[in-house]
């Protein structure tokens, strides 16, 4: 009895077996430009993070891109939403412009309907355009 009782003991206090985990595909890489009040038009400093958007595209090959416009809540519902999709076509463009095909870039536009900020007021995080880049 006594070697059964530290047997189970032993057993207790051994480290556990490693588990096998799950792989996860890895995040798709997502970025962001911003834009002035009412502006459709790219500034220079979305124009540098588009710049590393296409490299990264380039860099992983078969990619697809998916260009979402938004606008804060600012406005009628649809001159945000034109004014969304006019920002989604102006990252596409300029994407486009350095090489990328358009066949595999998507632009579309949100509108107002998925705010980082809710809130009436002019929200700068919310006039944003996102890029994500996702394998084929």
Request: proline share 8%; hydrophobic share 45%; aromatic share 6%.
């Amino acid at each position: 009895r006594f070697l059964d009782a530290v047997g189970r003991v032993e057993a207790a206090l051994a480290p556990p077996r490693p588990v096998a985990r799950p792989k996860l595909a890895p995040a798709s890489p997502t970025f962001v430009v911003y834009f002035d009040f009412d502006r459709a038009e790219l500034d220079d400093a979305a124009k540098a993070t588009l710049v590393q958007a296409r490299a990264a595209a380039k860099k992983m090959g078969d990619v697809r891109l998916t260009v979402g416009g938004h606008a804060d809540l600012v406005g009628p519902d649809t001159y945000n939403q034109a004014l969304s999709e006019l920002r989604a076509a102006a990252a596409a463009k300029f994407l486009q412009s350095g090489g990328l095909k358009p066949a595999a870039i998507t632009a579309k536009g949100y509108g107002e309907s998925k705010p980082v900020k809710a809130t009436n007021e002019p929200e700068p995080a919310n006039r944003r355009v996102e890029i994500r880049l996702e394998t084929r």
